[in-house]
C-alpha cells in the first residue's frame, strides 16, 4: 500500500516531443504528489507538485495530470528539449510525513 | 529561498575510517531532515527521518550504529558512517523541510559521493 508504481523505466523523445511519465499508487490518504528532476551526480530539484483537490497545474512547459479515482498522477512535458535529459522521480506523502518515491524515469531527448 | 547545502561533495576514506557528511539549511530553519542513500540508476531509499533536538528515526533495516545522524540545531544535520567498509560506498542525499510552516516540498542537497577504499 505504501508503494509508488513509475512507467516507464526509460523514455526516449525527440526534441520538441511530448514526455509523459506515469505514476500510480494505493495509499488513498496520500494528499501530496511531487515530482523531482535529477542530474547525475546531482541532488533531486523540486519540479512541480499537485495535492488531490485539483485535476491539473502546469508550469511552464511541466504540467501534472492528477485522476483520483484512478490513483494516478503524470508528469507532462511539453516541447521537450536535449537539457531536459535527466531521471525524473514522482513521490508521494501523507501531510508532512516522509516522501514514498517512484522507482525513476531516465528520459533522454534527442536533439 | 530553500537552499540546502551538502558537504562534501566527494569524499574518499580508508575501510575502517569513519567520515561525517553535513547537510545545511542556508535560508530557513529545518525542523525535519531525511538522509537518503541512492544506488546508481537507482531510486533514493530513505536512511532515517531526524528532528531538531530529537532521536532520529531510521527505516528498517538501516544500522544505528553505523550511520549516526545528529540534528542538533534548526540548520544542520550531521551524517557520520562509521568504520567504514567498500560496500558503504555510495551517493548519500539529505532533504530539509520546515513542517512549521506547513510547506510540504522539501528541499534536497546537492548530495555527497562516498568512496570507501
Known amino acids: 500500500q505504501q508503494q509508488v508504481k513509475q512507467s516507464p523505466q526509460s523514455l526516449i523523445v525527440q526534441k520538441g516531443g511530448i514526455s509523459i511519465i506515469n505514476c500510480a499508487y494505493e495509499?488513498?490518504?496520500?494528499?501530496?504528489f511531487p515530482w523531482y528532476q535529477q542530474f547525475p551526480g546531482k541532488g533531486p530539484a523540486l519540479l512541480i507538485a499537485?495535492?488531490?483537490?485539483?485535476s491539473e497545474k502546469k508550469e511552464g512547459r511541466f504540467t501534472i495530470s492528477f485522476n483520483k479515482s484512478a490513483k494516478q498522477f503524470s508528469l507532462h512535458i511539453m516541447d521537450s528539449q536535449p537539457g531536459d535529459s535527466a531521471t525524473y522521480f514522482c513521490?508521494?506523502?501523507?501531510?508532512?510525513?516522509?516522501?514514498?518515491f517512484g522507482t525513476g524515469t531516465r528520459l533522454k531527448v534527442l536533439a | 529561498g530553500a537552499v540546502v547545502s551538502q558537504h562534501p561533495s566527494w569524499v574518499i576514506c580508508k575501510s575502517g575510517t569513519s567520515v561525517k557528511i553535513e547537510c545545511r539549511s542556508l535560508?530557513?530553519?529545518?525542523?525535519?531532515m531525511f538522509w537518503y542513500r541512492q544506488f546508481p540508476k537507482q531510486s533514493l531509499m530513505l536512511m532515517a527521518t531526524?528532528?531538531?533536538?530529537?532521536?532520529?528515526?531510521?527505516e528498517q533495516g538501516v544500522e544505528k550504529d553505523k550511520f549516526l545522524i545528529n540534528h542538533a540545531s534548526l540548520t544542520l544535520s550531521t551524517l557520520t558512517v562509521t568504520s567504514a567498509h567498500p560496500e558503504d560506498s555510495s551517493f548519500y542525499i539529505c532533504?530539509?523541510?520546515?513542517?512549521?510552516?506547513?510547506?510540504?516540498?522539501?528541499?534536497f542537497g546537492s548530495g555527497t559521493r562516498l568512496t570507501v577504499v
Open positions: 499537485i495535492r488531490p483537490d485539483v
Open positions: 532533504s530539509a523541510g520546515n513542517l512549521d510552516r506547513g510547506v510540504y516540498g522539501y528541499t
Open positions: 495509499n488513498t490518504a496520500f494528499d501530496y
Open positions: 513521490a508521494a506523502s501523507k501531510g508532512t510525513y516522509k516522501y514514498i
Open positions: 531526524s528532528n531538531e533536538g530529537s532521536k532520529a528515526t531510521y
Open positions: 535560508d530557513f530553519q529545518a525542523t525535519t
